[in-house]
Every structure is written in structure tokens, then in C-alpha cells.
């Protein structure tokens, strides 16, 4: 954009001023994306071993969580394995979802998968028919003091989002 700008500079000035505000005022729906409530939820398209890595690092900053709940969908050729490993120590309970694509990994697939390289047993997993129907179960086993991660296909996050920020309250502390 900012090459762009420069390229043009001479048929369309755009002051420093413009730009250093128009880039603060980016919002990117979707990376890492927290939305405060109870639980706190998290939304990040990270769908790659490299994301993922990111995402990972990110969760960790925010501090302590009683349980790390995650949604998670993605395309049936991703090599899910590396983010399983990266993510995994992070994460309580996974909540793995089909998606609306022929391309899609169904939730089950999925906690095949990750339960294929799954070492803690103290770690549960199960599989829906969405994101939204994942994120409802992961609200309803949730503490308010807990986190919620969405994470994996734009499907993934874009399901969560398609009726707008979803605003969270657990109903209940205590597990």
C-alpha cells in the first residue's frame, strides 16, 4: 500500500499524516482477536504450523487461565500435527468442528488426529457439526474465568462471526 502511494505521490497526495492515521484506525477481524467477556475469547485465523507458533506465543503473554478451551476447524490438506504440538500444551479441552466445505476436515478427522499424537490424558476432545455449535459447548463447560480459543479456517472464525462479535457469559464458576 504504502509503494502505492508513493508510486501515485504525484497525481494523488497523500500527506504522512494521512496514511500514519488511516493505518491506525486497521482493524483485522479474525487475528488474534480478543474479545473481553466471561470467558475471554480469543479469534485468530491462524491455520498453519507458522501461525500457530505465533498464536501459541500471544496465548502465553496473556497470562494465567484457570482451562484453555479451543475451537478448531481447518481443510482437510493442512498438516494439523505441528500445530496440535505447538498449541497442545496450552490447551484443556478442544472442541473440533466440521466446516462448510467440501475442502474441510470433519471435526471427527480431526480429533483423530490430534488423539493420534495426544499425550496428556487429562486433556478431553470431542467433535461438532460447527464452529457455533463448538463454541456453545465450550460456553457451556467454561468458568467465566476460563478462555475460549477459535482458531484454525477462515470457516472457522468466520462461523463465530457471520451474526456479528459474540459477547460471552459463562453460566456458572466451579467445575
Known amino acids: 500500500m504504502l509503494a502505492a502511494l508513493t508510486a501515485l505521490r504525484d497525481h494523488l497526495p497523500v500527506t504522512a499524516q494521512a496514511v500514519r492515521v488511516g493505518l491506525s484506525m486497521?482493524?483485522?477481524?479474525?487475528?488474534?482477536?480478543?474479545?473481553?467477556?466471561?470467558?475471554?475469547?480469543?479469534?485468530?485465523?491462524?491455520?498453519?504450523?507458522?501461525?500457530?507458533?505465533?498464536?501459541?506465543?500471544?496465548?502465553?503473554?496473556?497470562?494465567?487461565?484457570?482451562?484453555?478451551?479451543?475451537?478448531?476447524?481447518?481443510?482437510?490438506d493442512k498438516d494439523v500435527a505441528p500445530m496440535f504440538a505447538r498449541v497442545g500444551p496450552l490447551i484443556d479441552k478442544w472442541?473440533?468442528?466440521?466446516?462448510?466445505?467440501?475442502?474441510a476436515a470433519t471435526g471427527e478427522a480431526l480429533r483423530a488426529r490430534w488423539q493420534a499424537g495426544n499425550s496428556r490424558v487429562e486433556v478431553t476432545a470431542n467433535a461438532?457439526?460447527?464452529?457455533?455449535?463448538?463454541?456453545?459447548a465450550a460456553v457451556r463447560a467454561a468458568n467465566p474465568t476460563d478462555r475460549i480459543v477459535v482458531f484454525g479456517s477462515f470457516f472457522t472464525v468466520?462461523?463465530?462471526?457471520?451474526?456479528?462479535?459474540?459477547?460471552l457469559s459463562a453460566p456458572h464458576l466451579g467445575a
Open 26 to 76: 486497521v482493524e483485522l477481524p479474525g487475528r488474534f482477536q480478543i474479545i473481553p467477556g466471561q470467558p475471554t475469547l480469543v479469534l485468530d485465523v491462524a491455520h498453519n504450523p507458522h501461525a500457530v507458533a505465533a498464536l501459541t506465543e500471544n496465548l502465553d503473554a496473556m497470562g494465567y487461565y484457570g482451562c484453555t478451551h479451543a475451537v478448531f476447524g481447518a481443510m482437510a
Open 95 to 103: 472442541y473440533f468442528t466440521d466446516l462448510p466445505t467440501p475442502r
Open 128 to 136: 461438532y457439526e460447527s464452529p457455533g455449535e463448538a463454541l456453545q
Open 158 to 167: 468466520g462461523g463465530i462471526l457471520k451474526n456479528g462479535i459474540p459477547r
